[in-house]
């Protein structure tokens, strides 16, 4: 099913290929989502090629009981869907950090924990380039992680993007 799945995206990948992008230099802006308990992104894009592109995003979460940060980075290949509008795909990784306080359920308390991780990364997503210098992408990110401390290996994120081209 997976070899599947990404012989259909790059068949369809190529057809697009031939089309021309306009891709901004750099964009910049913040990325909505779950990020699997990091909370919010901030986002920087750098194109490399007139179809190709970085990402960066860097999440945080900061509360009375959970602290954690994330780093991702991403190589992004973008093909036009018609006007504005894209669609892209890429892979990555990045390393993250999570640290929970002493915490209590039902009257019976846990000691805090802490650990690092590096997680592997697949991106799909769709977005819209507006006349003025503004951007808005949907995607879907697949993460997988190396740690012995976390329970579920996977962790998928959907997020809404907005970021300022320049």
């Known amino acids: 099913m997976k070899k599947f799945l990404f012989t259909t995206i790059l068949l369809v ?7 021309a992008q306009n891709l901004s230099k750099n964009a910049l802006g913040l990325r909505f989502g779950d990020n699997d308990g990091y909370g919010g992104e ?17 999440g945080w979460r900061n509360s ?21 509008f894209n669609w892209y795909a890429g892979v990555g990784g990045g390393i993250g950090s ?13 000691k805090g924990d802490s650990n690092s991780v590096l997680f592997a990364a697949g991106d799909i997503g769709i977005e819209y380039n507006f006349d003025i210098p503004l ?3 949907l ?16 962790g998928p994120d959907v997020a809404l993007g907005i970021r300022y081209k320049f």
């Open 135 to 137: 951007q808005l992408s």
């Open 139 to 154: 995607d879907f990110r697949p993460e997988i992680y190396f740690s012995d401390s976390i329970n579920d290996d996977f």
């Open 98 to 110: 999570w640290k929970t306080g002493t915490y209590y359920i039902n009257n019976v308390k846990y």
């Open 42 to 58: 901030v986002s920087y894009q750098r194109a490399l090629t007139s179809d190709t592109r970085l990402e960066f995003d860097l």
């Open 64 to 84: 009375k009981d959970y602290d954690a940060v994330k780093l991702a980075a991403l190589h992004q290949w973008i093909w036009n869907i018609d006007g504005g």
């Open 13 to 19: 990948g190529l057809a697009f290929s031939g089309q």
